[in-house]
């Protein structure tokens, strides 16, 4: 018998239809695919591989899925975490809007190697990221080895680039980089939101998305309670509505947050196959309105409507830990309604699998079972952290940090193997990042100190925030706030 890469005598959490869980198993790995998973044999170890992993003390799991990320701003961990929520806009807008217009460059692109290093190290072998300018993004991650999905945001009322422009650069971006680095790296259509996007736009990208049928449209929605008030503005009765009337209510849909969903907007979800990324720490760290409802994944889940987990802003929490976001979508469910809203399986599925088909890739990665491509994570689990090792999928979901990942393989190329990253430079990444924050510094007045940040003041910051945009924006939903109070207006 012969192999690429046989892995023998690990705990293997497949995370197939029927999570079934070796104490013992053998994972085979050739041209890039899980050939056999089973319980392992005495002479595994003597199987004829370029890679063979005495998996002894380890897990074997599927690679994460961050199934909704940006990441542009990956260099400034902790420039936003202790700001109060109107500095934190002001300050994020200022910089979005500055990168919207062709600056920071040097910035971004730190962003993105920096983040590619961290997730890789960290068991994230997929990412869905929204960004700006995504191409120093595609490249990064296509050339790391990772699975990435990458588009251009698109938004009207949020800056002020001319719509024509930013179409362009999307339609560029697609042509160039989808279905590239051995089909890894995977181009989507990036409407921002649907609290900043007029009702023209969203027929514009509805255009666009007719055009590259394969694609996914990946947005924010129901993310706010500004979300319907300006789906009213647009002509519709709410979100889900206006996507419906321009055509893009459908199985291509990827839906951030979904916060405010109803029973209605669940079942209408459900009914057009669309999926949902839950971003669980980005709203326990920056909750604009504590009263505002959790998340309804139970419900989603419950009507079969696919749910992967994702970081969002990793850099607005600082944390890269994707394990991290399946601990606080439970306490947080919990906290807000009651226990057991999820099992501890179902953590984990949705950090696999659901992630993976909530991307439309469920049939290529996201269990470990054969015809699947091998996107593999190995854990060292002789940790005291895990002894007794008992309940994997509690730990998994609870105890699991980017730490204790310590072989990562993609498309059964091994990127990662005994925490040696063989496919960056972990230290000229980290020297690029420092120089890249030092001039990000000098430029804005931004102080990113060991002890805090201090970001410019409120006036230099104001005069630096987009004008027409957001202006706009603001005018439509009060407008559209005032009708909504005297309907007969």
Not at 100 to 116: I, K, Q, R, S
Not at 406 to 423: A, K, P, S, Y
Not at 470 to 477: E, I, V, Y
Request: aromatic residues 8%; negative net charge; glycine residues 8%.
């Amino acid at each position: 018998m012969t192999a690429d890469i046989t892995i023998h005598d690990a705990f293997v959490l497949t995370v197939d239809h029927r999570n079934r869980l070796y104490e013992r198993g053998t994972v085979l790995i050739e041209d890039g695919e899980i050939t056999e998973v089973r319980s392992s044999r005495d002479d595994d170890a003597d199987i004829t591989a370029t890679h063979v992993i005495d998996g002894d003390g380890t897990l074997v799991m599927p690679g994460l899925v961050n199934a909704h990320t940006h990441l542009e701003l990956t260099p400034l961990f902790g420039a936003f975490s202790d700001l109060d929520l109107v500095e934190m806009m002001g300050g994020m807008t200022a910089i979005f809007g500055h990168i919207a217009e062709g600056e920071f460059n040097y910035l971004t692109e730190a962003g993105y190697e920096l983040a590619a290093l961290n997730f890789l190290t960290g068991g994230v072998t997929t990412v869905n990221s929204m960004d700006v300018r995504p191409r120093a993004g595609a490249e990064t991650f296509g050339e790391a080895g990772l699975r990435g999905f990458f588009g251009t945001a698109l938004s009207d009322l949020f800056w002020d680039v001319p719509a024509d422009e930013q179409f362009a650069r999307a339609r560029a971006f697609i042509e160039e980089y989808h279905d590239t680095y051995n089909g890894r790296i995977r181009a989507t259509i990036t409407p921002h939101d649907d609290w900043s996007c007029t009702r023209e736009l969203w027929e514009r990208t509805a255009d666009l998305a007719a055009e590259y049928p394969d694609l996914l449209v990946h947005t924010h929605l129901l993310e706010l309670e500004e979300s319907n008030t300006m789906a009213r503005s647009n002509g519709a009765a709410d979100s889900l509505d206006l996507l419906d009337d321009v055509g893009l209510l459908d199985d291509r849909l990827v839906a951030a947050h979904f916060r405010l969903a109803d029973d209605e907007d669940i079942r209408r979800t459900a009914e057009a196959d669309a999926s949902v990324a839950h971003c669980p720490s980005i709203f326990c760290h920056w909750n604009p309105d504590g009263d505002v409802q959790w998340t309804p994944v139970p419900e989603l889940r419950a009507a079969d409507v696919d749910v992967g987990l994702g970081i969002d802003d990793h850099y607005w929490h600082d944390s890269y830990s994707l394990f991290g976001e399946a601990r606080q979508a439970r306490l947080a469910a919990n906290l807000k309604r009651s226990t057991g809203q999820y099992g501890s399986m179902e953590l984990v599925r949705m950090l696999t699998i659901e992630g993976a088909k909530a991307l439309g890739i469920g049939d290529e990665i996201g269990s470990i079972e054969p015809g699947k491509r091998a996107d593999v994570i190995l854990l060292d689990v002789e940790k005291p952290k895990f002894t007794p090792l008992t309940n994997i999928p509690a730990q998994v979901a609870n105890n699991a940090a980017p730490a204790d990942v310590e072989t990562v393989i993609v498309d059964g190329n091994v990127l990662m193997r005994d925490n040696e990253v063989r496919t960056m430079d972990a230290t000229a990444v980290r020297a690029r990042t420092e120089t890249a924050v030092d001039r990000f510094e000098d430029e804005t007045g931004w102080e990113l100190g060991i002890g805090e940040s201090e970001p410019p003041k409120m006036t230099d910051l104001a005069r630096d925030l987009p004008k027409r945009g957001p202006s706009q924006l603001l005018g439509r939903l009060a407008f559209q706030s005032v009708k909504d109070g005297f309907p007969d207006l």
